[in-house]
C-alpha cells in the first residue's frame, strides 16, 4: 500500500491524499459506507460504485457469526463473496463485542463473549481476530482493541489501553496476505496523556495507518472533538489517519481539520432508513405532511439517482407505505450527500479556501432544516 | 394505439404482436410486472428499464386510497409521479373491492365499499373509476366490473356478468385522454354460454382491448385453463387480449396458445419477496441449507443482474439475515425469468416450433425443482 499526500492545508492540518493498492486507489478525506454483513444495507455494489464509493467496511465479528468465516472463505474471500471489486476495511470485532454482546469476559489471553443473535459462547484473541480477516482477504485490517465505555474510572482506561498496545504488538506478529495492510488503534479514553502515551507506542511499532477508537461512545461533542484535535496530529503524517465510527457531517468537517483521512459512520444509511435526509440547506424527514405535494426534489443540489427521478412526494408516498424502493432511494440520497460533501472538503482543499469554508459549515450546518 | 399482428403461430392461436402507442411500443406476449401503488416492489423504473419491462401495472384502487388521485394528478400524472416513461396499464378497483374490502354494498350505479386501510367509506360508480384512471393518466384505462367468488350460484354470476356489461356501456361514455385506450372486461364466471354472451355484447361496443377476468379466483387449474381456451378465441383478432392477474409460468404458455396477449401477476414479485426463486430447472427456496456454500448463481441461463453477480450461498446470506438487497435481488432474478420465458414464447412462435414446445413445458415444468 503507498500513501501519497497531494496537498497539504496550510490553515490547517487538512490534507489530500491517494491510498493505493494493487486492487484500487481512493483519494482521501474518504468515506466509508458500512457494510455490516457484506451488503451496504439496502443498495448494490453496482449503486455504490455509482456513487463514488471507493471502500466499504466490513464487520469482523458480524460476518464471522454470519455466515460465517469457513464460509467466506470457501467461496473466496469477502470481496468476491459480496461482488465488490474496490476496497474492503474491516474492524476489529472489539467495538461490536464491546456494544453487542451481553456477557463478556477480558483476560490477557482476548475477550470471551456472547452472541447477540443466539447466546453462543466465542471467543476472539488478537490472533484469531487477524486470522479471521486473513480469511476474510480485506485490503485493511484492525488489531483486536478494548474500546471503554464513558465515562470510565482513570484505571480502567489504562488498563483498556495497555491491553490494547499489547495486543496490537501480538497481532503485527501474525501473518496476512501480501495485499493486506494492518492498522493499530489508538485507545486512551478522553485522558490526553493516556492517549498521547498509547499512540507514541503504536507508532514505534510500525503500523501501515493509524485509527482512533473508543470516541463517539457517549461522550458529550466538544470532548470528542478536543480528543480528536488533540490526537490526530501525534499520529504519523506518512500514514493515513481514520477516526472510527464518526459521525455527522460537521464531525467529520472538523476532524479534516484536524488531519483524519478515513471516516466511517453507519448515519446515512440508517437515518436513511428511518426516512432522515441531508441536504445542503439542512436534514428533512420525509414523512413530514408538508412534503406531500412538492414536486421537488430532496435537494436541487444534489445529482443522485433519487433527485434524478423522484419528488419529495413520490418519496414520501414510498415511505411511508413502507415500500422497500424508498429505503434504498433514501439510502441512495444520503450516501450521495456523504459522498459530495467529501468532494466538497477536496476541493475547498485544493482552493486553500477549506479552513474558512469548514468553519462556516461547523457553525451552521447542524441546526439547519431543510424546508 | 395500433394493434399489429407480425405473426400467427399455425399450430395454435398463438401470435407475435405490437401495441404501439405514442409515448412507447411494446411487443406482445407481454408480461406486465405489478407496480400497485406506483411502485413494483423493490425495484427501481431503471432496473424495470434494463429488465426490458414495456408496460406495469397500477392499481387504481389502492392508488386512489394512496396518495389518493388528487395528488397524483396535481404531480402531473401516474407517468411522471413514478418516473415511468413507458406504459401504464391501471386496471378498475372491481377485483381489489372484491377482494380486499371488508364491507361492500353494490348497486346499479356503483360499489360502496370500506377502504382496507382504515376503514373509510367510498363509492366507485363506473364514471368515477374512469375519470380517477383520465387523472392517472394510465395509457390502458379497465372499465368498472363486477367479479364473483368461485364458487357461485348461477344466477349470481349472471348478475354480475350483466352489472359488468352495463357499466362497460356506461364507462365507454366517459371522456378519457386522446393518449388512452379502454379495454372491456369479460366477466361470466365458469359458465361458457354466459362468457360467450358477455365477450359478443362487449364486442359489439367496440373497445381497444379485451380482457378476461373472473379467473384465478380459486377454481380448481383445469377449469381456469378450459375457461381461458373458450373464451380467448370468442374475442376478436385485431385487439389485444389481455388475461387477468394470471398467473404461473405454465398458465402464461397455456394462455399464449389460446391466444392471449397480455400477462399481469405479483407471483414473481411476491415469490421474490418470500425467497422462492424461478429459474429454467424449476423453483428454489434460497433459504434452504443446501445453498448455504453454493457457489453458482441461481440459474447458470440467467443474465440478470444477481446471476452474473453473485453465488446462492451470497443470495441466502442476504435473506436470511433480512438484508433487504436480497429482496431486491430476488425480484431483479424471478423478473428477469418472466422477462426471458416471454422472449422464448416470441422466439417459438417466430420460429413455428411454440406449440410443441409449450406443450413439454406445460407438461414438464410445474414439477421442477432446481438442485
Redesign the interface.
Known sequence: MKFRILKKDKESEARIAIIETPRYRATTPVFMPVGT???V??????ELKDLGATIILGNTYHLYL??GTE?IG???GLHR???WNRLILTDSGGFQVHSLSPLRKITEDGVEFRSHLDGSIHFFSPEKVIKIQRILGSDFVMPLDWCVSYPAEPWEVKKGMDLTIRWAERSKKCPLNPHQNLFAIVQGGMVKELRKECALKLIEMDFSGYAIGGLSVGEPKSLMWEMTEFTTPLLPQDRPRYLMGVGKPEDIVFAVMCGVDMFDCVLPTRCARNGLLFTWKGKLRIKNNPY??Q?RPIDEECNC?ACR???R??L???FI?D???A???NTIHNLSFYMSLMEKIKREIAKGTFRKWALEFIRTYPELEAL
Open positions: 454483513l457484506g451488503t444495507k439496502t443498495v448494490s455494489p453496482q454470519r455466515p464460509i470457501r467461496l473466496g463473496f459480496a461482488s406531500k405535494d414536486d439517482y427521478n423522484f419528488s412526494a413520490y414520501r408516498h414510498l407505505n415500500e422497500i424502493l429505503l434504498k432511494l
